[in-house]
Structure formats: C-alpha cells, structure tokens
C-alpha cells in the first residue's frame, strides 16, 4: 500500500509543506495547555521518582513503581539539565505528543497517500483534548507509545528494502518504549520480530530467504539490546536486577491485576448505554467533558442526558472500532493468503499486526485512558482499511466527495475539542505559583497553596511527609518525602501484606505528617480494604488536623472536602516523641 493514492494532492497537502505545519500546530496546541490543571495522580508520582532520582535514589532500591523506570530516568535527566520544575515534565509531555504527531503521519503517508494522511494529521490534534490527562501531562504509557510509533514508522520503511540503520534504529526506538512501559515493549518487540524473520506471511511479493528474515530480526534485536543491556547492567552493577525483573514482569499480575483490571467487553455492550453517568462514568468517559458535566459548566441544564448520552455513546463507539478494526483486518489477511493476492495488500498486514500488538498494552485495566492512549494507530489502521474500499469500488468524483466529508468531520472535531477546551479555561482562573511549579486551575483548588505553604512551615527540609492515597504531586511540589519506595499507595504498593510493613515503617520512621487523599476513586478498590492494618495504624497514630486553613486561608475562602484531603498530624503522645527526635539532632538527611 505504498503506491501512490489518487492523484497529486493539493499543494497545502503536500507532505514538505503539511508535515511542518502540523509540527507547528501541536508546538501551538501543547504551548496553550503546557500548565493545564494540576498533575495527575500517575504524573506526580513520575515527578517524585524524578525528584529522588536528582537526590541519589536508585530505582528498585530506593524507589519502585509497576513500570519499568526508562520514562522515569528521561525525566530526571532533563530535569537535571533544566531545572526541578513542572515546565520540564511539561515541555517533555510536548516533545512525545509532537513525535506521535509526526510518527503516525508518517504512517499514515504509506498507507493511505497524503490527502487523507492530512485528515488524519487533523484528527490528532484534537487528541490533545480527547486524550487528557496523556499527552499534555507526562506519563511512562505516553513515553512508551511516542517510542513505539517511531519504531513502527521505520519498520514500515524496510519493505522496498531492508537497510541495516532502519532496523538497529527501529530496535533502539522499541528498546525504549519496553524500558518504560514493559507490556508495551514485549508485545511490540514479539510482533516486530516475527515480521521480520517470517516476511513472506505478511508481506507477500518475491520470497525472500530465511537468512535474510533472520538477518533483519537480529539487527532489529540487536537495537533493542543497545538500550536494554546498559539498563541491566546497571540494576545488576548495584544489586537489584531480581527486585526489577519481579517488579515489572511479576509484581503486576500478582498484585494489580486481581484489584485494578477492567474490562474492555464493557462498552460493548450497547445494551447497557446510559448506565455510565455520574461518578460511576469516570472510567470510560472523556475526562474534560466528564469534568465539565459533573461541575455543570456546559449550557442549558435540560440538556445534560443528552451530553451524557453522547459522552458515553462516543466512548462505545470507539471501543466498537477497536474490534472493527483488527476483526476486519484479520479476514482481509485471510481472504488475500486464500486468493494468493497477499502482494496486494501491501503494508496493511504488518501494520495491522504491530498496531495489534502495541493495542494489547492497554489491557487489562480497559478504561477510556488507556484505550484512547493507543488509539491513533487503529485510527489509521480504519482509515487504511476504508481506504481499500475507497479505491475499489468509487470514481474519482466520489473519492474526492469522501475525502472532503473526512476532512470536514476532522475538522469539526478538532473545533469542537478545542471550543470545550477553552470553556474549560475559561474557568480556570487562578494560577498556583511554587518554586517547583506554575498551574493554572478553577479558584476552587486555591487551597492547594495553603496546605503546600503549611507542610512548609510544618515539615522540616530532612522531615518526613506521607501522601496516603494516590496525590503524589504533594512530595513534588513540597519536596518532602517518605522512605517507602512507592509514590502512591496502588494495590501491592502499600505492601502485599495488607499494609502490615508500611505500617510497622509508620511506627519506627512516624512522618511529621499525612496528606489523605482520595482514598475512594471510582474505577480502583477502596484503600482501607486492600491495607487494613495500614489503615488501622494511621487512624490510631493521627487525628484530624484543623491548623491548616486557620493558619493559611485559602485564597477564596473554600477549603477542600475532607474526602478530597484531609490534613493528619500525630497524636499527642506522637508528637512528643518527635519533638523530642528533633531536639536530640537533626534528622536523617539524604533520599526520604
């Protein structure tokens, strides 16, 4: 399918001229939303990781997540470089969203020719919106993706002629995307190899010999070792290859999946449309729209079902073209080997293979994040296979009325995702100034300065402060910190063992203070039921802290719900035993 599409495109369309302008246009988009809200629970606890990486922690020793730490580090290091600031995290999070951009137009290019490659260039920008928290915020799944594009654009390369540098650089790009998101890199890296070592399978035209396929899957490989024999080596220099290898290829099966997985069949069942709205619709809904319904900020309250309804119907939809898409993909393959036309097809089948492949990452905890995450390669996936149609069976007077529908409904798109964008600035009045930090948020969440300002005042620079609940933005913007290696408190990050060796560490390490956060959130299990004895221990050691507000009123006069936060500090008899720990000496300094 790397043959010419139709006809010469419109000059606008041209790659050399719309290649730069949709660079320009996502540099545009991110520069609008670069301070956009305040961190997601995932992007802070990247942000602490970071944090403690510049302080000399080493991950799997001093710090741990689900993921492997290749987003984690990258973050550190340009930090370092720039600054501990949210801006870096930011400009980085623009960086990824622009080489997705550019990565998959570059595929849409081979597969479907530059008209519609420029509808599709269209369509991504309005993921900036549909996309929200991934692509503005910066996470490991972004990163991870942002990579894998880049390794299946130049995979997509080597079909007229395999080249040595396309392939290393093809497993260089993979490498990366498994040292950060592991799930991601081992299904890509599975797909990819087969490809390549079996190309006749896919690929059709001239047979080519098993040493040739073999050949181009070794120096495939041998990118991937370039960047994941290093990492190795270096959790091994340091002695802890076997708590890295559990923590990303065990741990996450164990621990998080029997809790945290969610069903993707869910929204296929049309049958149940209209039972996703309110709190329980967080989940599988377009966080800004869902956000902008609950808080009742869209116009004409009598049309509320109505926006709830098209929300989720949109939401089902898109899971529907999941399945569409490789469903139809996968008998087209069939039908082309049966007929012997492999040949025609072209770049489709690899395309849909590794598109498949990169798909599975988002399983098992289904929800629209992760789905939408890795959408814009089913996106061009659908497009590719519209487009088999598209030219077999209309004229050049119907392919040109198609094309403009297209373009006319990408457009109306990318309108309307930036016109709910802006309505949802338009409410987002106060700016959160920190040293670590600028936001812009709705005036409601000025409280978030007072409890930052009083953990400040209250938590010594070598203190100790505890984030119970998923918030880890708070180490980041106070830069305290607890010794517990997990940011957040995710099932098997407070201890596989109901919280019993958080709790003991509670005990003989006391934080100077607690930020509760939201310890019920819709889509995730209730922390009190997967850490009870954590939970005990906090409730018997910490009461209720009213200084906070009294000390720093908010800025507009409206402290959080205490379900949101609630501010915890020691007990009497606590107190007095860390006064009298901080009137001996000063404390432990270095990683917290």
């Known amino acids: 399918m790397s043959r010419v599409h139709g006809g010469e495109p419109p000059a606008l369309l041209r790659p050399v001229v719309f290649g730069p302008l949709l660079l320009l246009s996502a540099l545009g988009l991110s520069a609008w939303m670069h301070d956009y809200r305040l961190p997601a629970s995932d992007e802070g606890a ?9 302080r000399g922690a080493i991950y799997y020793r001093d710090l741990d997540a689900y993921p492997f730490p290749g987003a984690t580090y990258a973050l550190a290091a340009a930090m370092r470089v720039f600054g501990l600031h949210l801006d870096v995290a930011r400009g980085l999070a623009s960086g990824v969203f622009c080489t997705i951009v550019l990565s998959v137009y570059a595929m849409a290019l081979r597969l479907v020719g530059p008209s519609r490659a420029a509808v599709i260039g269209i369509l991504l920008l309005s993921f900036k919106f549909l996309a929200w928290p991934s692509l503005t915020g910066f996470f490991y799944w972004d ?15 080597q079909r007229e002629a395999s080249q040595p540098w396309g392939l290393v650089a093809a497993g260089m790009a993979c490498g990366v995307a498994f ?33 040739a396929g073999r050949r181009d899957a070794a120096l495939f490989c041998g990118g991937m070792a370039l960047l994941l024999v290093p990492m190795l080596g270096y959790f091994a220099w340091h002695g802890v290859l076997w708590q890295m290898l559990y923590s990303g290829l065990v741990r996450p099966f164990v621990s998080y999946l029997p809790t945290s997985g969610l069903s993707f069949s869910t929204m296929l069942r049309w049958w149940e449309l209209g039972s ?6 967080l989940p599988y809904h377009i966080e800004p729209v869902w956000t ?10 009598g049309w509320y079902p109505v926006y709830w309804f098209l929300s989720e119907a949109f939401s089902r939809a898109l899971y529907s073209s999941v399945v569409i898409a490789f469903v139809w993909a996968g008998m087209r393959w069939f039908r082309a080997v049966r007929a012997g036309r492999l040949e025609e097809e072209g770049d489709l089948p690899t395309f849909a293979l590794l598109s498949f492949a990169v798909f599975l990452s988002a399983l098992p905890r289904a929800d629209y994040p992760h789905v939408i995450s890795v959408y814009p390669l089913v996106l061009v996936l659908l497009f590719a296979l519209w487009g088999v149609r598209f030219r077999e069976g209309r004229g050049g007077r119907g392919r040109t009325w198609w094309l403009r529908l297209e373009a006319g409904c990408a457009v109306a798109l990318l309108v309307a995702s930036i016109g709910l964008s802006a309505r949802q600035f338009s409410f987002m009045t106060h700016t959160l100034h920190f040293e670590t930090a600028d936001m812009r948020v709705a005036p409601r969440y000025a409280w978030v300065d007072s409890v930052v300002r009083y953990v400040d005042e209250v938590v010594p620079e070598d203190g100790r402060l505890l984030v119970f609940g998923h918030e880890a933005f ?12 997990f940011a957040q408190l995710y099932p098997g990050q407070a201890g596989s063992d109901s919280g019993v060796s958080l709790g003991k560490l509670l005990e003989e390490d006391p934080p100077n203070l607690v930020l509760r956060g939201m310890i019920r959130f819709p889509g995730m299990p209730y922390l009190p039921d997967y850490a009870p004895v954590l939970y005990s221990v906090l409730e018997a050691n910490y ?20 379900k949101a936060l609630t501010v915890l500090k020691p007990r009497r008899f606590l107190q007095e035993a860390l006064d009298a720990r901080q009137r001996s ?8």
């Open 292 to 301: 902008l319904l609950m808080d009742e900020r869209l116009p004409s309250r």
């Open 143 to 157: 990163f991870s993706f942002g990579s894998a594009c880049v390794a299946v654009a130049l995979l997509l390369r």
């Open 46 to 54: 990247l942000l602490t990781q970071a944090s403690k990486i510049l």
């Open 585 to 592: 000496g000063p404390g432990q300094s270095g990683v917290h």
């Open 543 to 562: 009461t209720r802290d009213k200084r906070v507000f009294e000390r720093f009123p908010p800025e507009f006069g409206r402290p959080p719900r205490q």
């Open 474 to 485: 708070y180490y980041f913007l106070t830069q305290r910190f607890y010794p517990w290696p």
């Open 276 to 281: 996703f709205q309110g709190v329980p619709g």
């Open 179 to 211: 040292a950060s998101k592991q799930s991601l890199g081992i299904y890509l890296a599975a797909a990819a190899v087969a490809t390549l070592a079996f190309p006749n399978w896919l690929r059709g035209g001239p047979v080519r010999s098993g040493s």
